[in-house]
């Protein structure tokens, strides 16, 4: 028998010699371990998808949205909170090395360096390895953007003021104002405007003057020596205007 007569070759033992169509098998072939598509897993989808739907309807209902009051433009002591995902950026920017003149460092620079570090983690490390141990350069990377956003987001949840937050953007009843009265100028000319509002509905360094349940006399003393975040000195005007003030500020209603 002369070599490799009767006999087939290929490059690689493990490629057949016979070429055969590519088609998968039929689930029917494999019972018990597939389904079809449709009906059967896309029905399937669907409920688990219903459940979820109508759980997260209960919880809107339930729990009312954080609505706030309309945004007034004069209120320079409105404390602005952003959504969960961007509190570790809020907090950078409450530091020295990034906030005031240095703002854009915290806005930009430092989360472009973050960001590029990860875009270059793939090219930074390219070893095959799958264990965290033995790839240091993306594991640490990873380790501390993680805890970086961590500590930043948790610092930035315990120091803000949630109950002041709270206050500031409370729906109220709009006030009945007489923006023509003398105690309204005054209060215009005193800059109470700033922390109080313009209709003396409050805000983050003032609370609200609507309906405080004080008197004319409690009112101008709290004026002359001050109250909680309100230092003493702060009304400049003389006595009757003082008492002008405090009469409006006392008889101020809602509608």
């Not at 389904?35 to 739907?53: D, I, R, T, Y």
């Not at 952003?82 to 950078?92: A, E, G, S």
């Not at 709009?174 to 100028?185: L, N, Q």
Request: aromatic share 10%; with cysteine.
């Amino acid at each position: 028998m002369q070599r490799g007569k009767g006999m087939k070759f290929v490059g690689d033992s493990r490629i057949p010699a016979e070429r055969k169509a590519n088609i998968p098998k039929d689930y029917s072939e494999y019972p018990g371990k597939t389904e079809a598509f449709w009906p059967n897993f896309l029905l399937k989808e669907w409920m688990v998808g219903a459940v979820f739907l109508v759980g997260f309807l209960v919880l809107t209902i339930v729990h009312a949205p954080p609505l706030e009051r309309m945004a007034d433009p004069t209120d320079t002591g409105y404390i602005p909170l952003p959504d969960w995902y961007f509190l570790f950026l809020y907090q950078l920017l409450k530091y020295q090395y990034a906030s005031g003149p240095y703002t854009v460092i915290g806005a930009i620079v430092m989360p472009g360096i973050a960001f590029t570090a990860l875009l270059l983690a793939p090219f930074l490390d390219r070893g095959i390895a799958r264990r965290p141990h033995k790839r240091p350069i993306a594991t640490g990377m990873m380790l501390l953007a993680v805890f970086a956003t961590v500590a930043l987001t948790y610092e930035s949840v315990v120091t803000h003021d949630w109950e002041a937050a709270e206050q500031q953007g409370k729906i109220t009843e709009e006030a009945d104002i007489d923006t023509e009265s003398e105690g309204y100028k005054i209060f215009q000319e005193q800059g109470c405007i700033s922390c109080h509002g313009d209709t003396l509905q409050g805000g983050g360094a003032g609370p609200s003057l609507v309906e405080t349940g004080l008197s004319p006399e409690e009112v101008a003393k709290i004026a002359k020596d001050g109250k909680g975040n309100m230092p003493p000195g702060i009304f400049k005007g003389s006595d009757e205007e003082l008492e002008k003030l405090s009469k409006f500020i006392s008889e101020t209603t809602t509608k």
